[in-house]
């Protein structure tokens, strides 16, 4: 069993947000609706110049380029892990589209200092890559490049 089953088959999700859609339809007679939309209607209100990600597997939006931050020197990183597959992995400080799994942990960490917990696709539940949290640093997603494609 790889260490990506094991997380997903041992630890369910704690603190995955996906919303109840089936109250959609029914919005004037639900306001709690109108909430849980509210990162859609902060997508729309970005600058159009600003390129979206999305999730190569179902297309929904996961973050934008603006939001490219710079750890350890560098916005992207090439790291293995312990099973010996490559990812090339783009930091971002804000990202809209993932939820995570699993608890936190500093085993295997790629950035010294820092815990981590898979990324998922909100939508498809496509392992997009990792959120790092630390107690003295600012959190961030390190998200696989190729799982991510530009808006067009």
Not at 42 to 54: D, F, I, Q, S, V
Not at 95 to 122: M, N, Y
Request: glycine share 8%.
């Amino acid at each position: 069993m790889s260490f990506f089953s094991y997380m997903i088959d041992e630890f369910p999700p704690m603190d995955f947000y996906y919303p109840d859609i089936s109250k959609y339809d029914q919005e004037d007679k639900h306001p709690e609706v109108i909430r849980d939309l509210n990162w859609i209607e902060e997508e729309e209100e970005k600058p159009r110049n600003e390129k979206a990600l999305l999730c190569r597997q179902c297309l929904l939006t996961i973050t934008n380029r603006s939001e490219l931050i710079e750890v350890e020197g560098a916005y992207e990183h090439t790291f293995a892990n312990p099973q010996g597959v490559v990812f090339q992995i783009g930091c971002f400080g804000s990202v809209k589209g993932c939820g995570h799994v699993g608890p936190a942990t500093d085993e295997w960490s790629w950035f010294k200092g820092f815990r981590w917990q898979i990324a998922l696709c909100g939508m498809c539940l496509t392992h997009l890559g990792w959120y790092y949290t630390s107690k003295y640093m600012n959190s961030f997603h390190g998200l696989i490049l190729d799982r991510l494609i530009d808006s067009s």
